[in-house]
């Protein structure tokens, strides 16, 4: 007789309970798999009698070994070799059969024998129960005395609430010699056999998981955005492909074809300055994709957002809600692709004044209220406010040059998508409309449609609003700077909870990077002190010198980042510009 963790998705399972992919992903620990049962002696009513004998039994067992209170057992039953008597006697229920698919059946082989899936429920809400969605998590404040804690990995990832203080410490070696070596894998960033072994088993420990890894870090956060004025919260979504890694468990395709691979995704929102430097993550969300899903985007148009993967957008700003109550001092706006131009989304925004507000590039070309045609339509009729001029940087075979965008702004009403009318209202809205005046000779013509909940009345406010959208690319280099600079694709641990896991360690690390390689571009002449201790600039300056013999002033934080820079065949020529 076993019991284990129960399966990742089951169509008949998930069709009684009735929940949510957000309610799964919250409430899957709380269903448990009884997933081996086996009586040698024939004796009548004896295998129904234990299982009730055990169902009384597992609440208190699984609470006291995992913490966690179970609520529904739900077990396999192979059909052409068992009827399931057994459990129908204990008084499970039946809810339906498997489609005869392994886990790893990625090519629909149905080479699995089909089996019969029963459900017991441990109290009599357990649908409800399951059913309930997760609240936005609660962003706490943590405020921190200046020169309080010295190592930047105990600053950021110090409290978090593993429980045991002997897995927090762990957490932030394994931070620190990450960092060290951001580019090695585990057992070369540890070094030793011990540190190794020590690594691997906190990763495959059950209180670890991105989630609480991440909390002290988006505390650190908000301690850092209460310092300025306007926070830019920029969500994103990546794919991270582990296809190369076939073995690993639970993952799902990350592209819209078959041949498109195989791995997880991940949505991160990250709060930036006004000058683009990166203050830390707000949100991270991870998962995979489920295979039997494949092919039937068609149907997306009839379910309701909260089961769309484009939910995740939804949530995020949540969380950047969250955020805003901590930093009342400060506007938070929560920016966007044109993958987050979803009505529901600026629905939301618009419910609490109070709250962050919204800026989005434009995908959708919408119907507006009041007769006034489609959005494109209705900015075309508006006068050219100025000219904007920007320089747009050399890209593979197409030289740089000066672009002179043309910019428009107005106000503007919106009309909810059709079969949406009933329950989303219309929506008043700011769009700014930035257009190239002369397609250049080679490459696309410039052309940005942003709409925002904040007023624009004047230019100098459209232009704002511009300035604003381009930190967005900061997340995209966040994201290079993880999968280049951190090889999190590389990452070889077996299933999806251990990368999750390790990944979360791995974002702070991508953040610490980006986060130096910024000031040292935007505060060049502070002290490199603010980021290196003394042993670790005066090794680097000696090292790089051949002079044992260090200064007694330490170097700025630009000379000791071009330092590094050298180390990893930078040249630093005239035409080379700064290192990234």
């Known amino acids: 007789l076993a019991f284990s963790a129960a399966a990742w998705r089951v169509a008949p399972r998930d069709r009684w309970i009735g929940w949510s992919e957000e309610a799964r992903k919250a409430n899957l620990a709380k269903v448990v798999c009884n997933s081996r049962f086996l009586l040698v002696p024939r004796v009548a009513h004896l295998a129904s009698h234990v299982l009730s004998l055990c169902a009384r039994r597992v609440q208190r067992d699984w609470v006291e070994r995992y913490g966690v209170r179970p609520v529904l057992l739900e077990t396999y039953v192979e059909r052409d070799r068992f009827e399931g008597t057994c459990y129908k006697a204990a008084n499970w229920v039946q809810v339906g059969a498997t489609q005869g698919r392994g886990r790893m059946d990625r ?12 459900v017991y429920p441990l109290q009599r809400d357990a649908r409800k129960v399951l059913g309930v969605k997760p609240q936005p998590r609660p962003i706490r404040c943590r405020l921190r005395e200046a020169g309080g804690v010295q190592d930047w990995a105990e600053e950021e990832l110090g409290e978090a609430g593993i429980g045991d203080r002997r897995l927090s410490k762990r957490l932030v070696t394994m931070a620190q010699a990450f960092y060290a070596r951001p580019q090695a894998n585990i057992p070369q960033a540890c070094q030793t056999r011990a540190e190794t072994k020590a690594a691997y088993r906190f990763l495959d420990h059950p209180d670890t998981s991105m989630e609480t890894i991440l909390e002290p870090h988006y505390e650190a956060t908000v301690a850092r955005m209460r310092r300025e004025a306007v926070i830019l919260a920029v969500q994103d979504t990546t794919s991270l492909n582990y296809t190369a890694h076939p073995a690993t468990e639970n993952l799902g395709p990350i592209g819209y074809r078959k041949d498109r691979g195989i791995g997880l995704l991940l949505h991160n929102t990250m709060a930036f300055n006004r000058e683009g ?6 949100d991270v ?27 995740k957008w939804l949530v995020s700003f949540r969380q950047v809600a969250e955020a805003q109550k901590q930093c009342p001092q400060s506007m938070l706006v929560s920016v966007g692709d044109r993958e987050a131009d979803i009505y529901e989304l600026f629905e939301l925004a618009w419910s609490d004044p109070s709250g962050p507000k919204l800026l989005i590039r434009a995908e959708q070309d919408r119907l507006l209220a009041e007769g006034q045609g489609h959005l494109w339509e209705k900015m075309a009729q508006q006068e050219v406010a100025g000219i904007q001029e920007i320089h747009v940087p050399r890209q593979k075979n197409r030289p740089g040059r000066l672009a002179q965008l043309e910019i428009r702004f107005g106000k503007v009403s919106l ?33 940005w449609m942003l709409l925002t909940t904040l007023p624009v009345t004047r230019f100098e406010e459209a232009i704002e609003k511009l300035a604003w959208y381009t930190i967005r690319w900061g997340i995209e280099v966040y994201h290079r700077t993880l999968k280049s600079g951190c090889k999190v694709e590389e990452r070889q641990l077996g299933h999806a909870d251990r990368i999750e896991t390790c990944l979360a360690i791995d974002m702070v690390v991508a953040w610490r990077i980006f986060h130096l390689a910024k000031l040292g571009r935007e505060t060049p002449d502070v002290p490199c002190t603010v980021f290196f201790e003394e042993a670790e600039w005066k090794a680097l300056v000696a090292y790089v010198t051949q002079n044992p013999s260090p200064p007694n002033k330490p170097p700025t934080l630009r000379e000791a980042m071009r330092m590094v820079a050298t180390l990893g065949g930078f040249l630093g020529r005239k035409g080379d510009g700064e290192p990234g």
Not at 107 to 118: C, E, F, G, L, N
Not at 442 to 447: H, L, S, V, Y
């Open 277 to 282: 430097t990166p203050l830390g993550l707000l």
């Open 107 to 118: 090519d629909r082989a149905y080479s699995a024998p089909v089996k019969d899936v029963y």
């Open 285 to 311: 969300q991870c998962w995979a994709r489920d295979g039997a899903d494949f092919g039937k985007k068609k149907r997306r148009h009839s379910l309701p957002i909260e089961e769309k993967e484009s939910y």
């Open 415 to 447: 009309k909810p998508p059709a079969g949406k009318g009933r329950r989303l209202r219309e929506l008043t809205l700011w769009a700014v409309w930035a257009r190239e005046a002369e397609a250049p000779p080679k490459g696309e013509r410039i052309e």
